[in-house]
């Protein structure tokens, strides 16, 4: 505030140099009057802002003056420029003096209706009780719940304003917080807190304010505001995506028999198992060969259900491969697990590493069968497609003919 009266303070000095140096004082008295109303009504417009300074003519949070050296007979908006800023907080300061009034008001004035009432009673005790008596008693009890109201009402308004500048001083630079971190900073309860917050948000204290969805972090930026409603969304777009994508696949597995059901959820059981077991061994060479053979049997396992047709192919796999295989795994498992290698175990598990590599090659080569049929049509069109060049002329022999 004194930076600002010495701003506007300057701002007359300059205004009767002027006048001095050039000899004109016929606008002297109105220029220095339209300062200091200029002064007094922004002076006027931060307290009712609470604390913020704002030009009454635009509303804009104008901090100081901005002179323009170079035009003194400039208007009165060239010489005071807002300046264009987002301030997050309110100070509060108009709130803690209406409360302090309040709170002051209301005891004093609440003490001297309790003394008449007192007094009331008294006299009424030692002369006889009459209406008069009854009806004044009446007015000094209702004076006192007013004031005791008035009281109560302003000492919450001067501590509802501490405990914001102690939220404000929590967040500190930062454009969003958590709640439980304020609670935990001011020693209050998160319910508390949350109510507090957003009382605040609502009255304005937090000018750009908001909370998630959740009610759990505060954010006091828009810009801090509009990249969450941007996350949310794009997590809500992709949620919907994945539903959609899961509901297809649960239509398309409806539609399929009751025995490639029955195989396909077996075939998942194994997948879920080979990759339990890779988890289980350490090795990094090994598992990279149990990885490639998870995504090979899922793969196998996918084309199945969207090729129902060639689930007698499976018979094969199901009933003798991926058994074995599992037997393999685990036996790898249990000899890795073993404190002491000698020998017989680092052979076995040798063995048992070059089978999961025979295993893999018979996985893609079954997965390479399954596709087959595609190859085949994928085939035929490209020769029907050639023929088709060919007889139009299209293809470069038949521009050469």
Same mark, same amino acid.
């Given at each position: 505030?004194?930076?600002?009266?010495?701003? *506007?303070?300057?701002?007359?000095?300059?205004?009767?140099?002027?006048?001095?140096?050039?000899?004109?004082?016929?606008?002297?008295?109105? #220029?220095?009057?339209?300062?200091?109303?200029?002064?007094?009504?922004?002076?006027?417009?931060?307290?009712?802002?609470?604390?913020?300074?704002?030009?009454?003519?635009?509303?804009?949070?104008?901090?100081?003056?901005?002179?323009?050296?170079?035009?003194?007979?400039?208007?009165?908006?060239?010489?005071?420029?807002?300046?264009?800023?987002?301030?997050?907080?309110? $100070?509060?300061?108009?709130?803690?003096?209406?409360?302090? *009034?309040?709170?002051?008001?209301?005891?004093?004035?609440?003490?001297?209706?309790?003394?008449?009432?007192?007094?009331?009673?008294?006299?009424?005790?030692?002369?006889? *009780?009459?209406?008069?008596?009854?009806? %004044?008693?009446?007015?000094?009890?209702?004076?006192?719940? +007013?004031?005791?109201?008035?009281?109560?009402?302003?000492?919450?308004?001067?501590?509802?304003?501490?405990?914001?500048? !102690?939220?404000?001083?929590?967040?500190?630079?930062? &454009?969003?917080?958590?709640?439980? &971190?304020?609670?935990?900073?001011?020693?209050?309860?998160?319910?508390?807190?949350? $109510?507090?917050?957003?009382?605040?948000?609502?009255?304005?204290?937090?000018? !750009?304010?908001?909370?998630?969805?959740?009610?759990?972090?505060?954010?006091?930026? &828009?810009?801090?505001?509009?990249?969450?409603?941007?996350?949310?969304?794009? #997590?809500?777009?992709?949620?919907?995506?994945?539903?959609?994508?899961?509901?297809?696949?649960? /239509?398309?597995?409806?539609?399929?028999?009751? /025995?490639?059901?029955? %195989?396909?959820?077996?075939?998942?059981?194994?997948?879920?198992?080979?990759?339990?077991?890779?988890?289980?061994?350490?090795?990094?060479? %090994?598992?990279?060969?149990?990885?490639?053979?998870?995504?090979?049997?899922?793969?196998?396992?996918?084309?199945? &259900?969207?090729?129902?047709? +060639?689930?007698?192919?499976?018979?094969?796999?199901?009933? @003798?491969?991926?058994?074995?295989?599992?037997?393999?795994?685990?036996? @790898?498992?249990?000899?890795?697990?073993?404190?002491?290698?000698? /020998?017989?175990?680092?052979? +076995?598990?040798?063995?048992?590493?070059?089978?999961?590599?025979?295993?893999?090659?018979?996985?893609?080569?079954?997965?390479?069968?399954?596709?087959?049929?595609?190859?085949?049509?994928?085939?035929?069109?490209?020769?029907?497609?050639?023929?088709?060049?060919?007889?139009?002329?299209?293809?470069?022999?038949?521009? $050469?003919?």
């Amino acid at each position: 505030m004194n930076n600002d009266w010495e701003h *506007f303070g300057e701002e007359i000095k300059q205004t009767i140099q002027d006048a001095i140096d050039t000899k004109d004082y016929s606008r002297l008295n109105q #220029m220095v009057s339209d300062t200091v109303n200029h002064a007094m009504d922004c002076v006027s417009a931060g307290i009712k802002n609470g604390g913020w300074y704002r030009d009454p003519k635009t509303g804009q949070p104008l901090y100081g003056n901005t002179k323009n050296a170079g035009n003194r007979s400039g208007s009165e908006n060239q010489r005071y420029r807002p300046v264009p800023v987002s301030p997050r907080y309110l $100070k509060g300061t108009s709130v803690k003096i209406g409360g302090t *009034f309040l709170a002051a008001t209301g005891a004093v004035f609440g003490l001297t209706s309790v003394i008449f009432l007192i007094i009331t009673l008294i006299g009424s005790v030692i002369t006889a *009780f009459d209406v008069v008596s009854g009806l %004044i008693i009446g007015i000094f009890a209702v004076a006192f719940i +007013s004031f005791a109201v008035m009281t109560y009402v302003g000492v919450d308004m001067v501590c509802t304003v501490g405990r914001f500048r !102690q939220y404000v001083s929590v967040l500190r630079d930062r &454009e969003f917080c958590d709640v439980k &971190e304020i609670a935990s900073a001011t020693g209050r309860d998160v319910r508390k807190v949350l $109510k507090d917050v957003k009382k605040m948000i609502t009255k304005g204290w937090f000018c !750009q304010g908001h909370l998630d969805e959740k009610e759990s972090c505060l954010m006091v930026s &828009e810009q801090a505001w509009n990249q969450y409603t941007a996350l949310m969304e794009d #997590m809500k777009q992709r949620k919907a995506e994945e539903q959609a994508a899961q509901r297809k696949m649960q /239509e398309e597995y409806d539609r399929l028999s009751p /025995e490639v059901q029955k %195989i396909v959820q077996a075939g998942d059981e194994y997948v879920r198992r080979i990759k339990a077991a890779n988890d289980a061994i350490p090795g990094e060479v %090994i598992s990279a060969k149990i990885s490639r053979m998870e995504l090979l049997v899922d793969r196998i396992f996918d084309r199945v &259900e969207q090729n129902p047709d +060639s689930v007698n192919d499976m018979r094969r796999m199901m009933d @003798y491969y991926l058994p074995t295989t599992m037997k393999l795994l685990e036996a @790898y498992e249990e000899l890795d697990a073993q404190p002491v290698q000698g /020998e017989n175990i680092i052979s +076995s598990k040798k063995e048992i590493e070059d089978t999961i590599d025979t295993l893999n090659l018979a996985f893609e080569k079954l997965l390479d069968s399954l596709f087959q049929d595609t190859a085949w049509d994928v085939s035929s069109d490209i020769s029907v497609l050639h023929t088709m060049l060919a007889q139009e002329g299209l293809t470069e022999d038949g521009l $050469k003919k």
